[in-house]
């Protein structure tokens, strides 16, 4: 079903070392709204489509949010690169470092860990779409607000990026839930 492009889906770049973005970028690695989350959210909810289409864009979207978890992958281990144990520790990682060495693990800033009850899946369509957009607008203002925590424009770059793509998602899950509804109506399933 799938072919690995052996390269990130937009480029990650950072000026420097900061072990502080570092940890906060784990709220879209691990984190009830992160990438992890939308990827087996709309990767799991795309069974209980009553559209090809609807299908289709649950499986696209859930596959471009495995790239994105790779990119915030990326991101975290670029600004942990080279760090001293001493600062991981001053600044709150060293508790992950002391169970994880540098592996990155599935939990929010807070040590957190991920678990199934993040994600939503209904098995109704129109509640399981109107979760997908709400999510997306979740990771939207996540985005947001970690471009508000860091002053490195290369970073800057890549988030601007998932940010913009979670905008994208957003409407074609409009898209998806209009097509649905539609389809639904001539069932007179309402």
């Known amino acids: 079903m799938w072919i690995y492009e052996k390269k990130l889906q937009y ?7 900061d072990v502080k973005m570092a940890k906060y970028l784990l709220t879209q690695y691990g984190g009830p709204d992160g990438e ?13 489509m009553p559209t090809k289409k609807a299908k289709g864009l649950l499986t696209d979207i859930g596959t471009e949010e495995l790239a994105h978890l790779e990119m915030i992958a990326a991101m975290i281990y670029k600004l942990l690169k080279d760090v001293p144990l001493e600062v991981l520790e001053r600044e709150g ?10 592996a990155l693990f599935y ?4 040590g957190v860990p991920w678990t199934a009850s ?8 129109v509640s399981d779409l109107t979760e997908d957009m709400a999510a ?6 996540a985005y947001e607000q970690l471009l508000q925590l ?3 424009p290369l970073l800057k770059d890549s988030i601007r990026f998932l940010r913009e793509r979670e905008v994208v998602h957003f409407q074609r899950f409009g898209e998806a839930l209009n097509d649905v509804q539609g389809f639904l109506d001539s069932k007179k399933y309402y």
């Open 107 to 110: 939990a929010d800033p807070n």
């Open 93 to 102: 990682l060293g508790a992950h470092y002391a169970v994880h060495n540098s």
């Open 136 to 141: 997306e607008q979740k990771a939207r203002q």
């Open 36 to 48: 992890l989350s939308a990827a087996l959210r709309y990767l799991n909810q795309r069974y209980s």
């Open 118 to 125: 993040y994600i939503q899946a209904q098995g109704d369509p």
């Open 150 to 152: 860091t002053d490195d």
């Open 11 to 17: 480029p990650v770049r950072v000026s420097k070392c």
